[in-house]
């Protein structure tokens, strides 16, 4: 095969992986046109059309699904190889990529891998905030973080943290105006600040329990946001009760900025754990990242 094909090969399956032009040029750092122009050209050497392309997506043809189920690994094979052989170097070199929600890349992760970085020049570290339950093989991330229930059986799992204890919470001037909730049938009467799921386009449900049984708590409110920050200030705003991690409000109740109420309902979620696939070949940078964010409790 051509060797320009191998390069053209690669861009397509950026492409098809995106399912967008504008994602996959963004991400080679390239135009629109020369990705155009790139895949025009492949697909006039094979003779085959390889994407289907409307006004608004783009999809393989079963010839580009087939390009992509069956030589995709095989490229990320070779790419593990030479990873591995650049690894009998002096110096760990490459990119890790991570994905994780945004707090937790705040009070976790970059806390940890920051110091790691001066003293491996060669180390990039690329993090990718993103509530999406994440395909990590699928999208070429190296490392995924989600909480212990939630990663995949086949997939090598490192603890990051303990449990993470949860919280009901609310500012004073919130409960100034409503009294304070001490079941489900009055948790349900309150203004509740909800999350909408990335993956699903769904409200979250607020996964309590109580005296052993685990319960959902569909509440509803006038807030509704795609990430925790702006639901913690909307709580700290006064606007109503939100529900989230200890980590992210714990402080804000103990300096009495936000108030506690149901903790017998609230559980501790299972730890956060790093993940990734189970790789023959693991690289020294992708080592050196798991060592430093791994839980030293």
């Given at each position: 095969m051509a060797r320009d094909n191998?390069?053209?090969?690669l861009v397509f399956l950026a492409v098809a992986r995106e399912r967008s032009f504008t994602r996959a040029a963004a991400k080679l750092g390239m135009t629109q046109s020369a990705l155009s122009h790139i895949i025009r050209a492949l697909e006039t050497r094979l003779g085959v059309r390889l994407l289907t392309r409307t006004t608004r997506s783009v999809s393989p043809t079963e010839a580009g699904e087939r390009l992509l189920q069956n030589v995709a690994p095989r490229l990320?094979?070779?790419?593990?190889?030479?990873?591995?052989?650049?690894?009998?170097?002096?110096?760990?070199?490459?990119?890790?990529?991570i994905t994780a929600i945004d707090h937790v890349v705040d009070a976790v992760?970059?806390?940890?891998?920051?110091?790691?970085?001066?003293?491996?020049p060669d180390l990039h570290v690329e993090i990718?905030?993103?509530?999406?339950?994440?395909?990590?093989a699928a999208e070429r991330?190296?490392?995924?973080?989600?909480?212990?229930?939630?990663?995949?059986?086949?997939?090598?799992?490192?603890?990051?943290?303990?449990?993470?204890?949860?919280?009901i919470v609310g500012s004073p001037a919130y409960f100034a105006r409503r009294p304070v909730p001490a079941s489900m049938q009055d948790l349900l009467k309150h203004n509740c600040i909800c999350l909408r799921l990335a993956s699903s386009g769904g409200l979250y449900a607020w996964e309590l329990q109580h005296e052993g049984q685990a319960l959902e708590a569909?509440?509803?409110?006038q807030a509704v946001f795609t990430n925790v920050y702006p639901m913690r200030d909307a709580a700290l705003g006064g606007i109503g009760l939100?529900?989230?991690?200890?980590?992210?409000?714990?402080?804000?109740?103990?300096?009495?900025s936000l108030v506690s109420v149901m903790a017998d309902w609230c559980p501790a979620f299972p730890g956060l754990h790093a993940y990734y696939p189970s790789?023959?070949?693991s690289s020294r940078a992708l080592g050196l990242v798991i060592d430093a964010i791994r839980y030293k409790g």
């Open positions: 191998i390069n053209d090969i990320e094979e070779i790419e593990a190889e030479l990873t591995a052989i650049s690894d009998m170097g002096d110096k760990p070199s490459g990119t890790v990529r992760l970059w806390p940890r891998i920051a110091p790691l970085l001066p003293l491996y990718s905030s993103d509530y999406r339950l994440v395909d990590i991330y190296d490392i995924g973080v989600r909480y212990g229930d939630q990663v995949e059986k086949d997939m090598i799992a490192v603890r990051l943290t303990g449990d993470e204890p949860m919280m569909r509440v509803r409110g939100a529900f989230l991690p200890e980590s992210l409000v714990g402080r804000h109740v103990r300096d009495g790789r023959r070949n």
